[in-house]
C-alpha cells in the first residue's frame, strides 16, 4: 500500500474509533493463522507513546498484520526505535511511519517539572526538554517534542533514501485522548 493510501486508511479507521462504529479490525482465528503462516505486511508503522489511553490498534480500527508499532512513554526517538523504523520501511516495505504524539501526556508533565528524574527515565525526560526548550506550555510542548521525534526519524540515512526513492512518507500527528480523533499536523 502505498503511502497515500495508508494514510487514507488511518484516517477511515479513526473515523470509525471515533464514532464507536463497529471496527472492521480483522483479528479473527483465520487472519491470525494467515498472517502467522504468510508473514507480515503492515500498512503503516506508528510510533506512539506508551499511554495506556492511547491504544494504537484501536485508534486506527486496525487488526492483525495491520500496523507496525513502536511505543515508548513521550514518544521519543532512541536507537532502538530508529532501528525498528529502518526495519520496517527496508525489510517490511511499509510507506507511511506516522508519529503520534498525544495530549495529557505525562512524559510532558514530568519535562515541565523542574525535578530531577531518577534512573533510565531521565535519558527520556532530558530528549524532551531538550525538544521543548522554554516552552512552558504542556500543549504546544507536545507537539515540539513529536516534531523533534519526526526530525530523529528523518535524520536516519536509510529513512532518507527510503524517502527519496520509494516514496515512503514520515508524518506528524497528534491524537487527542477526549475526543479518540488523530489530527495530521
Ligand atoms: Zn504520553
Redesign the pocket.
Known sequence: MDARSAKAALIAGNLLYQEEKVSKADTSTLRRAETARTGQKPFAAIV????SR?PVEHIFSAGVGDLFVIRT???IIGVHELGSIEYAVGYLGVKLVVIL??N?????VEALRDRQVKGAAAVIIEEIRAAIGSEDSPEKA?VLNTWNSWRQINRSPLVEQAVQDSGVQILAAHYDIYSGRVEFL
Not at 48 to 51: A, I, T
Not at 104 to 108: E, F, H, K, S, T
Open positions: 506512539s507513546c506508551s499511554d492511547v512513554a513521550g514518544n504524539g498525544h495529557g501526556c505525562g512524559a510532558i507536545e
